[in-house]
Nanobody
Framework: QVQLVESGGGLVQTGGSLRLSCAAS????????MGWFRQAPGKEREFVAV????????YYADSVKGRFTISRDNAKNTVYLQMNSLNPEDTAVYYC????????????????WGQGTQVTVSS
């Protein structure tokens, strides 16, 4: 129904930047919110940022506020996560997700997920 494919992960040094992309396909018209989540080894998957598809309203986790920027290109059905000033604590698998709910930060609310892309920040 909805397919999500992330890309852009990689290995960077502390202070570096990465731009993640998530291409959506299928019945994307039913989705209201796109989000980014991450999961580090041995930890629960956590909220990073969300954006309302139509209005572009954004919300960020306190841990990334001021460093990460979520955006979307409606014409391309793509959402981005620009990550700046990266530190080792940002190391995780980053997942793109979609939901029909409004600006939801809860993992369980998302029914569509990408395969994840690894982000590793060396100290």
């Amino acid at each position: 129904q909805v397919q999500l494919v992330e890309s852009g992960g990689g290995l960077v040094q502390t202070g570096g930047s990465l731009r993640l992309s998530c291409a959506a396909s299928g019945r994307t018209f039913s989705m209201n919110t796109m989000g980014w989540f991450r999961q580090a080894p041995g930890k629960e998957r956590e909220f990073v940022a969300v954006i309302s598809w139509r209005l572009g309203i954004t919300y960020y986790a306190d841990s990334v506020k001021g460093r990460f920027t979520i955006s979307r290109d409606n014409a391309k059905n793509t959402v981005y996560l620009q990550m700046n000033s990266l530190n080792p604590e940002d190391t995780a698998v980053y997942y793109c997700a979609a939901t029909h709910r409004s600006s939801d930060r809860t993992v369980s609310s998302y029914g569509y997920w990408g395969q994840g892309t690894q982000v590793t920040v060396s100290s």
